[in-house]
């Protein structure tokens, strides 16, 4: 089978990140868009595709098989339901929204338009997080009952002009960090019967929070902060324990038990993130086994919450 091709929606650092990384495997990029055209001509030009005045021409380009969102989160549901309607495959980057009526939004016109879209949650397509679910669902560590995470980069000292600091760009600690250890406990446990989140807003977004979510005698505690450098996930349970140093792009997680230590390794790439997609939209689905559409709605869900709770509204709100 021939390589999978790709349209662009964006041009920023994390299209950079995936570009390199899949087409080192059996994908290609074939047309690119940017708001900014001179970018997107060099972006294109390195990775032999053609750049476009317009998404729509993008989008539209002949032999794209999917289309991958990279734009700041403000402008995710325009792009993805814009090649939706096109019946274009999409790979959104999370989150695909700033609350739950954009997430409505985006799937609903999926189910509409019988065509595939996943949220690009890169942790839940890696083998080290299917595994530890693998690990905790068999019972490995017996109940489980408390995780605590730690998640912080230090995106206060970026440009005041990042999209990480930008109220009108929905910046802030939850949406850019905070996401990857609530959609980590949704996919173990469901979602929670009680959500808290204390956190500090500052200059119109959240610099930091601290999200406790109990899912029946479970206890998930998370520490997340845009003014620090920190990530580590402790996972204990009646029968031992689970620890991964870099929960959200694991490389290695270990586990303790009765039976003694045991260390899974593996890779959280991009490769094998959309090269699980395109085997999914090649194999005719709508939505994603490992990114489901619940997950995408109830994450968002959680996240409102926690939003409610801080009081924090975003100016395109």
Request: proline letters at 3%.
């Amino acid at each position: 089978m021939g390589k999978f091709r790709w349209a662009y929606i964006g041009c920023g650092s994390i299209a950079e990140k995936t570009a390199r990384d899949i087409t080192k495997g059996n994908h290609c990029i074939i047309s690119v868009y940017s708001r900014n055209y001179e970018k997107a001509v060099a972006f294109a030009e390195k990775y032999n595709a053609c750049a476009f005045k317009t998404a729509e021409e993008a989008i539209l380009c002949k032999n794209v098989d999917a289309v991958y969102i990279a734009t700041p989160h403000t402008s995710h549901v325009e792009y993805s339901i814009a090649a939706l309607k096109n019946h274009k495959p999409v790979l959104c980057e999370k989150p695909i929204g700033i609350n739950i009526a954009d997430v409505d939004r985006i799937i609903n016109c999926a189910r509409e338009n019988e065509t595939y879209f996943c949220e690009a949650m890169w942790t839940w397509f890696s083998d080290v997080a299917l595994t530890v679910k693998d690990w905790i669902k068999s019972g490995k560590i017996g109940d489980v009952e408390e995780i605590k995470i730690n998640y912080s980069f230090p995106g206060i000292l970026k440009p005041k002009n990042s999209r990480v600091l930008l109220p009108e760009t929905a910046g802030g600690a939850l949406l850019d960090i905070g996401i990857y250890p609530i959609t980590y406990c949704y996919n173990l446990f469901g979602y929670p019967d009680e959500i808290i989140c204390k956190g500090t807003v500052r200059n119109g977004i959240d610099i930091s929070e601290k999200i406790t979510l109990r899912f029946g005698k479970t206890i998930c505690k998370f520490s997340i902060s845009l003014t620090s450098a920190r990530e580590d996930c402790i996972i204990k349970g009646t029968k031992g324990k689970i620890s991964l140093p870099l929960f959200h792009m694991a490389s290695k997680a270990t586990l303790k038990n009765a039976e003694g230590k045991k260390a899974f390794s593996g890779k959280t790439d991009y490769l094998t993130e959309f090269t699980r997609v395109a085997e999914e939209i090649r194999a005719g689905k709508i939505q994603s086994d490992y990114i489901p559409f619940a997950s995408t709605q109830n994450c968002m869900k959680i996240m409102d919450e926690c939003r409610r709770q801080m009081n924090l509204k975003y100016p395109c709100e």
